[in-house]
T-cell receptor, first 115, second 111 residues
Framework: NAGVMQNPRHLVRRRGQEARLRCSPM?????VYWYRQLPEEGLKFMVY????????ESGMPKERFSAEFPKEGPSILRIQQVVRGDSAAYFC?????????????FGAGSRLTVL | DAKTTQPPSMDCAEGRAANLPCNHS???????VYWYRQIHSQGPQYIIH???NNETNEMASLIITEDRKSSTLILPHATLRDTAVYYC????????????FGKGTRLSVIA
């Protein structure tokens, strides 16, 4: 059972381009969370999704950022018109609704560098 | 979710027990204590969680005081690979709510 898979692991974009980060949750997990970690800073919650629904996007920047978790396929975090301040590690986590322990399993992260 | 307070950093000699404290004086009756860690540049890793009883698994032990206002994570025989930032988080177990990370404790295991 593979863990949470994120790709790409490293992504380089020039200012103004779009970045798409993908996250495949653990098998059987229907809840996905995205976090951002700026260099030398802590983990900041961005958005929480279930299949086809955004449950909590209180941590998402108001502009340029969007997330989806379609019925089929991975969750996507999309950043439009990237700026240098978007350079960060983006971590995805997933959880299930069965165990009741509410444990999040994290992926290895996607590191975005904006030139 | 209740707020937690952790020391910013700690050192531990390799092979000795590492005891990481956490204060959560405003914890509610339905909130659990969760511990995660983040080894440099990696994704956070779940360690253990508990409500009021002490818990032990293959990674660590969690000791929660009787009044539940504080807890201690114990790594019984710390190794260099345990060097990481350790996060104590308080939240309800039900509802799949997001984790809110604080600054954590940076544990350095020294040879």
């Amino acid at each position: 059972n593979a863990g949470v898979m994120q790709n790409p692991r490293h992504l380089v974009r020039r200012r103004g381009q779009e970045a798409r980060l993908r996250c495949s949750p653990m098998k059987g997990h229907s809840h996905v969370y995205w976090y951002r970690q700026l260099p030398e800073e802590g983990l900041k919650f961005m958005v929480y999704l279930q299949k086809e629904n955004i449950i909590d996007e209180s941590g998402m920047p108001k502009e340029r950022f969007s997330a989806e978790f379609p019925k089929e396929g991975p969750s996507i975090l999309r950043i439009q018109q990237v700026v240098r301040g978007d350079s960060a590690a983006y971590f995805c986590a997933s959880s299930d609704t069965i165990s009741g322990a509410n444990v999040l399993t994290f992926g290895a992260g996607s590191r975005l560098t904006v030139l | 979710d209740a707020k937690t307070t952790q020391p910013p950093s700690m050192d531990c000699a390799e092979g000795r027990a590492a005891n990481l404290p956490c204060n959560h004086s405003t914890i509610s009756g339905n909130e659990y204590v969760y511990w995660y860690r983040q080894i440099h540049s990696q994704g956070p890793q779940y360690i253990i969680h508990g409500l009021k009883n002490n818990e032990t698994n293959e990674m660590a032990s969690l000791i929660i005081t009787e009044d539940r206002k504080s807890s201690t994570l114990i790594l019984p025989h710390a190794t260099l690979r345990d060097t990481a930032v350790y996060y104590c988080i308080v939240r309800v177990a039900r509802g799949n709510t997001p984790l809110v990370f604080g600054k954590g404790t940076r544990l350095s295991v020294i040879a």
